[in-house]
């Protein structure tokens, strides 16, 4: 008689009510589906419950919610039931409260009151819905390691805040992680950085990448580095504390994260859309040196604890990706991964994976090589919707060849391919590409399409075997997820202008044939044209909005902007 099929074990993590809420399916340990759920209800970092992105994650594995193992959550609320005396831990009101209140009184039973993940079970006629709440931090450790194609590895995780942590060391060793320590809350260099992004006029929790695009402009050791380094305490054991006097993010009945004790020192904060001025680089400047200096020494304690010389890094505030660039000059680390997603978008994979590999004591595990865990169209989807719109379409049957060719000729493009990126870049599948070589290429973009500050730079996208010839990063470096900022060679940086920053620094994201080959021809196809291997990339959407989903946000966004041409699979749309 033939073997029955063994089921696959399927666990669906959700990140929901984080920063940005996202959901990811994994089988077996290996990702099938993911998607935040901004990219559907279009609200930019939507912290609603991810119902649309489980949908999609349900479809693109053809099982229904029934069919799911696991549901892993990238939150604990057992750390918050042993911590709080809320109203309904004396005696209940309303039987429904008894999910919190039964739970809350047994835990004072326990001697050991950390709580390393909680599970859930909820019965039903058709099976059961079983859910794993995973501590954050955790979550962000999985996300670093278990993607990682290290079998040990050292970890650290840095963000604003967890349940109650700002930071986690660890070690990541085959299927399991081991804690060693973290930094708790209020200390935060994630939030004080957070701070700075509010007091120079930006939006918090979502502009911190403009305050390190404009540090670039201010001056090193200035006077306000020497202020800002002197509110950090560093603890011979990597962990830090915050002289709290001078912010105010750790008391919610405040608009502003702020202390007046701040003001005295780097003046008064910029209002937003205002002018930028010479103090305001200076201070991005120096929140931007002394946050790579406590990163660094959180980084050079763990390896001397642990003597490991590969790296996994995790959390919000490892979207720098200018310290990123330069962990292995800083520290003894030779080996750096970083996930596409290390933000709050990847705890929904993090918290998958931890429950799949930590607490299930499952094996396998699968190395990250592309983030394309989207919707995808079908031609004939695409061809539908096309016609839908009344848009005048023509198919051609090179479109790598045929769009090289628009870019050369300073055309700026809507690629839109395949399946969409998963994380906060994009990476080839839902871009807007242009000339690299044309200095005048950044400033156009920045006005006529993102509508977006003049200082912010565009990331180079580079066939991965012509890496060593532009950046001083060592040869055949792979930087998939443009997740690193590299200095650009000096004899380079006059051939590639659009892409190179004040500095002399470019944004990396190599392209690979194997995971993405029809971006992969496009640059060849340019370099046929133009012997540069390199374009232009920067996220398909308009400012405030998230990157483009679906053709219909494709097409919209198109006639919305400054845009000379889209491409949607095979098919060519010209203004």
């Not at 910029?270 to 200096?293: M, Y």
């Not at 080839?428 to 242009?434: C, E, F, K, M």
């Not at 070589?437 to 565009?458: A, C, G, L, Q, T």
Request: hydrophobic share 35%.
């Amino acid at each position: 008689m033939p073997s029955k099929t063994k089921k696959p074990v399927r666990i669906l993590g959700i990140g929901p009510e984080v920063w940005i809420s996202s959901a990811a399916l994994i089988e077996n340990g290996r990702i099938v589906a993911g998607a935040a759920e901004e990219r559907f209800n279009r609200q930019k970092a939507s912290r609603d419950f991810p119902f649309k992105s489980i949908e999609h994650c349900l479809k693109e594995a053809k099982c229904k919610f029934e069919d799911i193992d696991y549901v892993a959550v990238g939150w604990n609320p057992a750390v918050h039931l042993k911590l709080y005396n809320y109203r309904f831990s004396k005696a209940s009101r309303w039987r429904a409260e008894y999910l919190y209140s039964i739970p809350n009184h047994l835990m004072t039973l326990m001697k050991d009151k950390k709580v390393d993940y909680v599970e859930q079970n909820f019965a039903q006629k058709n099976g059961k819905c079983r859910i794993a709440y995973v501590n954050h931090h955790t979550a962000h450790a999985a996300n670093a390691f278990f993607l990682s194609p290290y079998k040990k590895a050292a970890i650290l995780t840095v963000d604003g805040r967890g349940e109650d942590d700002t930071a986690l060391f660890a070690i990541g060793n085959g299927n399991k992680i081991e804690e060693l320590r973290t930094v708790e809350h209020p200390h935060s260099l994630g939030l004080v950085y957070t701070t700075f992004t509010q007091f120079l006029g930006f939006q918090i929790h979502t502009d911190e990448w403009k305050v390190m695009a404009l540090a670039s402009y201010g001056s090193k050791n200035n006077s306000y580095y020497t202020s800002l380094k002197k509110m950090f305490k560093l603890k011979p054991d990597g962990r830090f504390e915050i002289d709290l006097t001078y912010f105010d993010y750790y008391l919610h009945d405040r608009n502003n994260f702020w202390s007046h004790k701040l003001t005295r020192i780097f003046g008064e904060p910029r209002t937003p859309d205002s002018k930028i001025t010479k103090r305001h680089q200076d201070i991005a400047a120096a929140l931007q040196q002394v946050t790579e200096e406590v990163l660094a020494h959180m980084l050079n304690c763990l390896y001397k604890e642990t003597g490991i010389t590969n790296l996994t890094v995790g959390g919000g505030t490892f979207m720098n990706s200018v310290f990123n660039g330069k962990i292995t000059k800083m520290t003894p680390f030779k080996n750096v991964f970083i996930s596409s997603c290390p933000d709050d978008s990847g705890i929904s994979i993090g918290a998958a994976t931890y429950v799949y590999n930590h607490i299930l004591g499952n094996p396998h595990r699968y190395e990250q090589s592309h983030n394309f865990y989207g919707p995808e169209l079908t031609a004939s989807q695409i061809n539908k919707d096309l016609l839908k719109y009344g848009q005048k379409a023509t198919y051609i049957k090179n479109i790598e060849n045929y769009a090289a060719r628009l870019i050369s000729e300073g055309k700026i493009i809507g690629w839109f391919q395949g399946k969409m990126e998963f994380g906060q870049r994009a990476l080839g599948n839902r871009s807007i590409l242009a000339d690299a070589r044309d200095p005048n290429m950044k400033d156009r973009v920045n006005s006529v399409i993102k509508y977006r500050e003049s200082f912010r730079p565009f990331a180079p996208s580079i066939l991965e075997e012509e890496v060593h010839d532009y950046f001083d990063c060592a040869k055949n470096s792979k930087v998939p997820f443009m997740e690193r900022v590299y200095l650009i060679k000096e004899d380079k940086q006059k051939s590639i202008p659009a892409v190179t920053h004040i500095d002399g620094t470019g944004r990396l994201q190599t392209v690979s044939r194997a995971t993405n080959p029809r971006y992969y021809k496009l640059i060849e196809e340019f370099k046929k044209l133009t012997g540069i291997p390199v374009v232009m990339n920067t996220s398909f959407n308009l400012k405030g909005e998230p990157i483009v989903c679906t053709s219909t946000d494709a097409i919209r966004t198109f006639h919305s902007c400054g845009l000379d041409a889209l491409i949607i699979g095979n098919y060519a749309l010209l203004k």
